[in-house]
């Protein structure tokens, strides 16, 4: 077990001219469970990639402990990877799968089987040890992807989307799986995900990733209550935060009867005439039309414990068909599509940014 | 206009002859294509309960008599002739004794032996040379000029590719190995097609030369076809060089390599045009195919030609069916 140190990575594709990822500066503990995520093209990937010797370092260092691995070979780097197709031997039964690592390192066969047995026990994959992967299902072969990674008790486990091929439903229960598994062993892992959801449930810490560049990482809390930019806020969270531009006045910024008043350090940071206010679904109150901003409920998501409404507010910029999407708490009275209601941000919900650069306005 | 006419007469006979056969298989063809024509269109005028036997008829009809007269006749005409004596017409049936004589005697002895090397050495030598080169280039930057350079032998008739190793293997001055050995210093190398049994060697070394590229190309492609993150799974799990390869790349070619080496395989025990070629299959070079064309067409033995016929054909079936489960296997798991 060890702790995972980018320093200033990069890495530049042949015959492209900006970086896939660039000077990645990221630090992971000893046994921390840190989810990359970003959309695609982010370089999430490409830096998982890099840190399991795949991906040439164009630039920068990766340390795993104290080692610099920047220049070591994949097999020399104590390190496990899951990949997003699991990547199992046709040609191998389970066991051989799981077992590849040991035979490789001349294990003798006793400790292999055993290690095999365990790594199978702790992953229910002990029936099928004789098995092909052709023969097994979806989960089933998810399952031998990690026991692969598991029995080499490695320093890190690299995952690289392991669930974005099973249903919704087992995706759910193996994120569970893999999350609670990992707290049990101990073992530092970096997980790459483009799913928010899956970084919010399963990171102690989640690094942000944009255009290669790291946006913020913290943990899923910080990054929901402070994102540090548009793009952040915008991306975590669902469904997504609203992203209303505003104009700047002497008293701050108004959305309808709403006043929100800037702190000195806020107006300091605003480099444009504009800032965008940023309000999550449940971030709302929803007030009689005459107190609030007046808004036309277009579509309401009915999801049982409460209800999304998708809104047309009156005001510029809104008459493109963009919508403010709300959420309306359990028990109370849902909007009715084609109904008027008023919107008031919560003062605690409200997120400020300034529009021209899009970081964040703090207090 | 006479004289003309009369000095022509040769060429215009040969001519004329050759025109009218041309002409001949063409209004076969045509006649071929007008009545399957005909019969297609009845056919789908059909409807109601014969609609469906009528197409199967229809579609497998032709087919089936081609395979028939094509395949299937000569197949048991072969068989039966197998069992007769020298004759083409009115042969006495001699029973097994073709066959005796295709085993025991002392020259068709040297013929399976030579066969079987055969079977074994150019399979294996071009299916082990293919998958060499096609491993070398695959991360090469020029690799679709190598690969058109070695294939290009392919596109060579067997025939063609024996008369130009013919002159390789030419005694000085004109023979290109004999230069080349002489140049590097050894004096007096010997006439290369008549050292036996090292000619039955130089032989394979043709048929090597040739099918070496078509194992690569198919080889080349299955190495491809090997997904990039098994590579690196396997990478990652610690294994590179000559174990990633052994453990990991061949396995997952596995079929295809078998399919390679039983085609090539096939193609060997019915090799016949090099031996003809280059040594006409005297100095102790004589394979099976080439020995059938001689006991039938030279020595005028249909006896015995078609049972040798019929040894060929024996030995090639399971190679063939074997070949056919393997490509069905490698279709079922792609």
């Keep these: ?363 | 206009m006479s004289v003309l006419a009369s000095s022509g007469i040769v060429t215009a006979s040969t001519f004329s002859d050759s025109a009218s056969k041309l002409g001949n298989v063409i209004e076969v063809v045509a006649v071929f294509f007008a009545v399957i024509l005909i019969i297609f269109f009845a056919a789908g005028r059909a409807t109601g309960r014969l609609q469906r036997p009528l197409a199967i008829l229809v579609f497998l009809g032709p087919a089936i008599v081609l395979l028939l007269i094509g395949l299937v006749i000569p197949a048991i005409r072969t068989f039966y002739l197998s069992l007769h004596g020298a004759d083409l017409v009115g042969a006495k049936y001699v029973g097994l004794k073709n066959y005796t004589w295709a085993f025991t005697n002392p020259t068709e002895q040297q013929v399976l032996l030579n066969t079987l090397l055969w079977l074994i050495v150019a399979p294996v030598v071009s299916t082990a040379l293919g998958l060499l080169i096609a491993v070398g280039v695959d991360r090469m930057k020029r690799q679709n000029l190598v690969k058109s350079l070695i294939f290009m032998p392919m596109a060579i008739s067997f025939v063609g590719a024996g008369i130009i190793w013919k002159y390789v293997y030419d005694k000085a001055p004109d023979g290109l190995l004999t230069a080349i050995v002489t140049a590097l210093g050894w004096k007096h190398p010997p006439l290369w097609i008549l050292s036996h049994p090292l000619n039955n060697f130089l032989l394979m070394v043709i048929m090597i030369w040739i099918q070496t590229g078509f194992a690569m190309v198919v080889l080349s492609a299955a190495i491809k076809a090997v997904p990039d993150d098994i590579i690196e799974a396997a990478r990652v799990d610690g294994a590179h060089g000559s174990r990633l390869f052994f453990s990991v790349q061949i396995p997952m070619i596995r079929s295809t390599l078998i399919v390679v080496l039983t085609t090539v395989m096939i193609a060997t025990l019915k090799i016949f045009d090099i031996i003809k070629a280059v040594t006409g299959g005297n100095f102790g070079t004589n394979v099976l195919a080439n020995d059938m064309w001689n006991q039938t067409f030279v020595q005028f033995n249909v006896g015995r030609g078609s049972a040798l016929a019929v040894i060929i054909f024996v030995a090639v079936a399971p190679l063939l069916a074997y070949n056919i489960v393997q490509l069905r296997k490698e279709r079922a798991t792609r």
Excluded at chain 1, 215 to 236: E, I, K, S, W, Y
Excluded at chain 1, 265 to 289: C, F, H, M, N, Y
């Design chain 1, 1 to 363: 077990m060890a702790q995972v140190e980018y320093r200033h990575a990069t890495r530049i594709y042949p015959g492209t001219s900006a970086p896939a990822v660039s000077a990645l500066e990221l630090e992971i503990q000893d046994g921390e469970f840190m989810v990359l995520v970003g959309p695609s093209g982010s370089g999430k990937s490409t830096a998982l990639r890099m840190l399991a010797g795949l991906e040439a370092v164009d630039e920068g260092q990766i340390f795993i402990g104290d080692r610099d691995v920047t220049d070591v070979q994949p097999k020399d780097r104590d390190i496990a990877m899951v990949f997003q197709n699991y990547a199992l031997y046709p040609h191998m039964t389970v066991a051989e799968n799981i077992g590849f690592h040991l035979k490789i390192k001349k294990r003798p066969k006793a400790e292999i089987k055993q290690r095999v047995l365990e790594a199978a026990k702790l992953l229910d994959l002990e029936p099928y040890l004789d098995r092909k992967p052709a023969r097994l299902s979806g989960g089933q072969r998810q399952r031998v992807a990690m026991g692969r990674a598991i029995v080499r008790q490695p320093q890190v486990f690299l995952m690289d989307e392991p669930l974005s091929n099973l249903d919704a439903k087992l995706r759910v229960a193996t994120r569970t799986q893999i999350a609670s598994l990992q707290r049990r062993l101990g073992v530092t892992t970096v997980y790459v995900t483009h799913d928010q959801v899956e970084a919010m449930t399963m990171g102690d810490r989640v690094a942000v990733l944009k255009d290669g560049i790291l946006q913020q990482c913290d943990t899923p809390r910080a990054l929901f209550d402070h994102p540090v930019n548009v793009f952040v806020a915008g991306f975590m969270g669902s469904p997504a935060m609203n992203l209303i531009e505003l104009p700047v006045t002497e008293a701050g910024v108004s959305l309808s009867a709403a006043q929100i008043p800037l702190s000195p350090a806020q107006r300091a940071g605003v480099t444009g005439d504009k800032v965008t206010l940023g309000v999550r679904p449940e971030g709302w109150d929803i007030v009689s039309p005459a107190e609030g901003l007046v808004a036309t409920v277009e579509v309401v998501e009915e999801l049982g414990s409460d209800s999304y409404a998708y809104v047309t507010p009156k005001m510029e910029g809104f008459d493109d068909g963009r919508t403010i999407v709300v959420r309306a708490e359990s028990g109370a009275h849902p909007p009715q599509k084609g109904e008027q209601i008023g919107l008031r941000p919560k003062t605690a919900s409200v997120h400020l940014f300034d529009t021209t650069s899009g970081l964040r306005l703090s207090e």
